[in-house]
């Protein structure tokens, strides 16, 4: 069954044409100074995967402790010049993407599309970011976007016929920086993507600790506001609100 899980911050779970992928993991509970509200990622979410797709090199996207529990024998797309941060985990097979190329997956053609975001890690290697597109190998019937970290950009428009777009609607903390969507610029990125389904992700997950018993709203409201706002101004697109955990299957 074609499906999508969206199992916290970017973290999903993409189930399409017979292909399993996983996108930005984080699978652990505390990162830093922050905390996971919401269910922790479980095993059998990274058991039996095809890929796992990385979108840039920040720490709340390219989690190295969460990548070592994943079987080294899968595969990695990644941003090119990402390898670098990569070297000491032993992975067997990594695909180095450049905004436009390609890398055949299972029965998936992963196309690397742009994002507006910086993708430099902190002490580390700077490697583009990236969005992804998924599609049957071949032109297959259903496509999903994932966005990875972007901020709004007019070419989003050509990105051709999606049929799920993972909509990042927040971050981590209680406000956003630079390169980011929040609840009203996600739904502007919507209308110009006019996917048939919008699933909102990048919400509600990790936050500083301790910060919830005072500033709650920020893991509770981006994905209302949003849908609120897609309805407004991309309103021949369903929005599909998942709490970290749920999924959604992709009829």
Known sequence: MDRVAFLGHATTLVDLHGTRVLTDP?????????RRHGPTPAPEHHAGLDAVLLSHLHHDHLDIPS?????????????????????KLGRREIH??????????????????????????????????????LRGTGGG???????????????????GD????????????PSLGPGHLDPERAAAATALLNPRVAVPIHWGTFYPRGLHKVRP???????????????????????????????????
Request: charged residues 25%; aromatic residues 6%.
């Open 162 to 173: 999606i049929d799920v777009a993972l909509v990042p609607v927040w971050g981590w903390g």
């Open 141 to 159: 019937s259903k496509s999903v976007y994932f966005a990875g970290d972007t901020d709004l950009y007019d070419e989003m428009d050509g990105l």
């Open 26 to 34: 984080i699978l652990r509970d505390r990162m830093l100074h922050l």
């Open 96 to 133: 180095e993407l450049r905004e436009g190329e390609t890398a055949q997956i299972g029965g998936l053609d992963v196309t690397a599309v742009r994002a507006e975001h910086s993708g430099r890690r902190a002490l580390g290697p700077e490697a583009d970011a990236l969005g992804y597109m």
């Open 217 to 251: 709203d920020p893991l509770r409201d981006p994905p209302h506001r949003y849908a609120a706002e897609s309805a407004r101004v991309a309103p021949g697109t369903e929005v599909r609100i998942l709490q970290p955990g749920e999924e959604t299957a992709l009829d």
């Open 67 to 87: 990548l070592q529990r994943i079987d080294p024998s899968i595969p990695l797309v990644v941003p090119a010049g990402a390898r670098p941060a990569l070297r």
